[in-house]
């Protein structure tokens, strides 16, 4: 009985672990973008929350430039790849020009290992950062927080230190036609 409780308890811990480390697809649809032409770009998004690309529905990596247009990639002289000044559209939509510039690119082109060497050190910063934020304020049990009440010699506080305390830490206030306290907001939201 012990070995089943032990097994049902690691079974659960393991998949709770496992559902933490996933991180969230990319959106598998049809995506469609106004470029600053006034076209409209279907294209597909990949990868997850950390790091993620694009291809038009013909498999061109495009990528977002500082207008928010999407523009085709292209390998540098290093095999990184870096964005082009060419908007991307749909293939129907293309002008020669567009076609014949394409004819000199890769299909499905993807980052270079030093990008994706950078790409990785970022996301295990931010998971470190988003691990230790997580960890800043406890979130259960019961939470002392300082709220700082200033006087002024010109104007005189109007409310007792009773009705302050009140409205932060009495369940149900309604004092004033309040809808609860701060407590009760926290509690609440939870």
Same mark, same amino acid.
């Given at each position: 009985?012990?070995?089943?409780?032990?097994?049902?308890?690691?079974?659960?811990?393991?998949? +709770? %672990? /496992?559902? $933490?480390?996933?991180?969230?697809?990319?959106?598998?649809?049809? =995506?469609? *973008?106004?470029?600053?032409?006034?076209?409209?770009?279907?294209?597909?998004?990949?990868?997850?929350?950390?790091?993620?690309?694009?291809?038009?529905?013909?498999?061109?990596?495009?990528?977002?430039?500082?207008?928010?247009?999407?523009?085709?990639?292209?390998?540098?002289?290093?095999?990184?790849?870096?964005?082009?000044?060419?908007?991307?559209?749909?293939?129907?939509?293309?002008?020669?020009?567009?076609?014949?510039?394409? +004819? %000199? /690119?890769? $299909?499905?082109?993807?980052?270079?290992?030093?990008?994706?060497? =950078?790409? *990785?050190?970022?996301?295990?910063?931010?998971?470190?950062?988003?691990?230790?934020?997580?960890?800043?304020?406890?979130?259960?049990?019961?939470?002392?927080?300082?709220?700082?009440?200033?006087?002024?010699?010109?104007?005189?506080?109007?409310?007792?230190?009773?009705?302050?305390?009140?409205?932060?830490?009495?369940?149900?206030?309604?004092?004033?036609?309040?809808?609860?306290?701060?407590?009760?907001?926290?509690?609440?939201? +939870?």
């Amino acid at each position: 009985m012990q070995r089943l409780i032990k097994l049902l308890l690691l079974t659960f811990v393991g998949v +709770s %672990t /496992l559902s $933490t480390l996933k991180a969230v697809p990319a959106y598998p649809g049809i =995506i469609q *973008q106004t470029q600053s032409d006034g076209t409209t770009l279907n294209y597909y998004l990949y990868g997850d929350e950390y790091f993620s690309w694009a291809r038009t529905t013909d498999d061109y990596t495009i990528k977002r430039n500082a207008i928010g247009d999407y523009v085709y990639m292209v390998k540098d002289s290093y095999g990184d790849l870096v964005l082009s000044e060419v908007i991307a559209h749909n293939p129907e939509l293309r002008s020669q020009a567009e076609q014949l510039f394409l +004819s %000199t /690119l890769e $299909t499905k082109m993807f980052y270079s290992e030093s990008q994706m060497s =950078i790409v *990785q050190q970022a996301i295990a910063i931010r998971k470190a950062e988003e691990e230790k934020s997580s960890r800043a304020f406890p979130t259960t049990g019961d939470r002392k927080l300082i709220c700082i009440l200033i006087g002024y010699t010109d104007r005189p506080f109007v409310k007792t230190q009773a009705e302050f305390n009140a409205l932060f830490n009495e369940v149900g206030y309604t004092t004033g036609g309040a809808t609860g306290s701060v407590k009760d907001y926290y509690l609440e939201n +939870s």
